[in-house]
């Protein structure tokens, strides 16, 4: 079963404003990593954020940690029709290797 | 194009029966990872392999079982399959084992239980 929530579970916007999703996990971890999965595709990886750092960049995307609360939260800025995806947190906790679990995911839905 | 190859990408096949996934990493990629998606329980690890060898395990049923080749090309195989093991089967692959390492994944394998 996930060890993760995702909120919400699904989110409709307009092309052009900013989409924001939610992570919480349960345990602790090495990192969190976010990833997209087109419909009927495999997951592309995103970006991945140490346990020790507490925001991160890439593009249009930003990515905040809070390891107190368990948290992590996914921007995207400016968002695009081709934006439109499931996206899902993956932590990677202690003593797990590289061991993936992932979140229930949040379905984004960006209309042109 | 992740690199990661998976073959077959649609499976029909009858509950009791027996499947053979296969997966070849992206070109220079030691770890392989196998990942199961249904409906009802998500995305969930089942199994990694690291240049041949076993590294961790997850929830994978005893009636499923894995290996990683010489040239690193993996096989996942299902056997005695029943109804609820239908759902999207993904390998995923990096360059090494350790943590801090994103995994590539692959278009998945769609498995369908009649």
């Known amino acids: 079963s996930q060890q993760g929530e995702e909120d919400p579970q699904a989110l409709s916007i307009q092309e052009g404003e900013n989409a924001t999703m939610n992570c919480s996990y349960k345990?602790?971890?090495?990192?969190l990593q976010w990833y997209r999965q087109n419909s009927g595709r495999g997951l592309v990886h995103l970006i991945l954020?140490?346990?020790?750092?507490r925001e991160k960049h890439s593009g249009r995307l930003r990515v905040t940690l809070d390891t107190s609360k368990k948290s992590s939260s996914l921007l995207i800025t400016a968002s695009r029709a081709a934006d439109t995806a499931s996206y899902f947190c993956?932590?990677?906790?202690?003593?797990?290797?590289?061991?993936?679990?992932f979140g229930g995911g949040t379905r984004l839905m960006v209309k042109p | 194009d992740s690199g990661v190859t998976q073959t077959p990408k649609h499976l029909i096949t009858a509950t009791g029966q027996r499947v053979t996934l296969r997966c070849s990493p992206r070109?220079?990629?030691?770890?392989v990872y196998w990942y199961q998606q249904s409906l009802d329980q998500g995305l969930q690890f089942l199994i990694q392999?690291?240049?041949?060898?076993?590294?961790a395990k997850g929830n994978i049923l005893e009636r499923f079982s894995a290996q990683q080749f010489p040239d690193l090309h993996s096989e996942l195989n299902l056997s005695s399959l029943e109804l609820g093991d239908s759902a999207l089967y993904f390998c995923?692959?990096?360059?090494?084992?350790?943590?801090?390492?994103?995994?590539?994944f692959g278009d998945g394998t769609r498995l369908s239980i009649l």
């Open positions: 993956a932590t990677v906790y202690n003593n797990a290797g590289n061991m993936l679990t």
């Open positions: 345990t602790s971890i090495n990192n």
């Open positions: 070109s220079g990629d030691l770890s």
């Open positions: 995923a692959s990096s360059v090494g084992h350790r943590d801090n390492q994103p995994q590539h």
């Open positions: 954020i140490r346990s020790n750092e």
């Open positions: 392999y690291y240049n041949g060898e076993e590294r």
